[in-house]
Every structure is written in C-alpha cells, then in structure tokens.
C-alpha cells in the first residue's frame, strides 16, 4: 500500500475484502483474468483548466489506497498526466499513440508503472497531437482507444481516461470506450456555460457511438466556499443535474499546486491534508455509486 494509505475496513469489510481478492488476482504484466472487466470511467471537459488531470491522477490513486488495481490513460498530448505522476513522457519511445497507430508496439511496451502499489499508466507524449490527423483517414477511427481499452479491462478494477481540454477526436475516442464519464466543474459562470455543450456531445456520442455511455456524476473543483459566487454556481449545478453531482468538493489549496511538481499525487504528497482527504472521500462515492455485478 502507498504512502498515506487508507485502511481497507474504511470503506466496509465486504467491499474491501472483494477489492482485495480482485487486486491479489492480477500481476502487472497481465496474469490470470479476474470473471468482472473494469469499470472504464472518461474525465471530461472542454474547458481547460478546471482539474481533470488533477481528478484523475488522485481519484485513481485514492482507489488504488482502497485495494483496487487502476489504470490511468492519457489522451492529452501535453502528457500532463505523466508529470503528475514523476514520468517524463516526452522521453519515452511507447506510448498510448504507438498503440492508437498499431505499429508493433505492444501494451506492456507503452504501460509504465508509477511506484504507487496499484497505479499504472497508459503515458502520451506530444506524439499525440498527430493521431487526431491520422485517425481521421482510418476506418471506425472513433473506436481506436475502444480497442485498447478492450485488451486492458481484465487486468485492472478501474480505468481512468483523461481526456484533452477539447471535443474533438481524441476526446470522443475518450468517450466511446467509456461506460461513463465524470464531469470535473470549476464554480465559475464561464465554466458552467459549457456545460451545455459538452451534454450536448455525451448525448451524440450515446445516439451514435456508445450507447452505455452514462453521466457518472459531476464533482465541483476548485471550491472556495467563502466567496458567495462559487456558492452560487455550485447550488445552480445541483438545482440542474441533481443527484449526478458528488456530495464531495474539491477545495482550492496550494498543495495541488506542490504535488505535481513533486511527481506524486496529494494523497502521498501530503497525505493528511483537506485535499487529500476530499479525493478519498470523492473515490468511496465513485464505488458507491458502482453497479451491482
């Protein structure tokens, strides 16, 4: 277990022991296959900078804390994902592109392991930015990740993708392999007038592409619970979508600023802080809200 880790009987007995079965199961280069395949959750938002990269990095690794075996996918050429983590993606020869394009490259060639017990990463790297040109010329070009993803699901409980500030290709590619998508939402009045865009996307995605695609839910980041406007805009999203939104926030704090630059999530990094504390709390609603295999 990492550093700072949760103990397993915090989420339940029954559920821990099960993670724990399913963990003991799989070994990093493949081992035997577990009977449930991965639960395959999308990190989506058109809008940059509003804590996808952040979300996905320490939702997964507070499952990881929980016993559960995860992968983290990026599909965002800047590879910020890989330096959150202390990879230097724009160094390595395979990634998560070499796979899209089916050059020989194989899946353990392009997985990386992060030095969190549990956590593994499908790195990108600015190679990237060329597969939503080249994927445009090939055949069932929005399936791509869906078929990687498809390799992987029975190695691991939980595949996280996260997916460019953007709705073009590589988003949508996000999205087809998904079976849901979590929503990360800046309290903003900007950032919520996307909103309706980027629904407007899931629900063409579900018509056309994918349809089990659900809304996983929508977690406020970047809370500041003293300025009335953030409250606002927090109330607005809940008055809209209901129970789709996690009862958990995600407060602004200066250690998600530290962690990255120290390569580790804020769950090792700083361990015992609010920040840490809210993602824990944001991955035991993820689980609740599981369906029953």
Known sequence: MSRGAVEPDMLGADAAANLRSQRDLLRPGGGPEKR???RVIAMANQKGGVGKTTTTINLGGALAELGGRVLLIDMDPQGSLGVGLGIEPHSRESTVYNLLM???TTLD???????LDGLHLLPANIDLAAAELLLVQEVARE???QRIVDRLRY????????CPPSLGLLTINGLTAADGVLIPLECEYFALRGMSLLMQTLERVRDRLNPQLHLEGIVATMFDPRTLHTREVL???????GDAVFDTTINKTIRFAEAPVAGEPILSYASRSRGAEAYRSLAKEVLQREPSS
């Open 109 to 115: 060639d392009a997985l990386a392991e992060t030095g």
């Open 155 to 162: 190695r691991y409980d939980h595949i996280l993708i996260d």
């Open 235 to 241: 109330e607005r999203v809940r008055d809209a979508f």
């Open 102 to 104: 089916q050059d020989g």
């Open 36 to 38: 449930q395949p991965a």
């Open 143 to 145: 399936q791509a990740l």
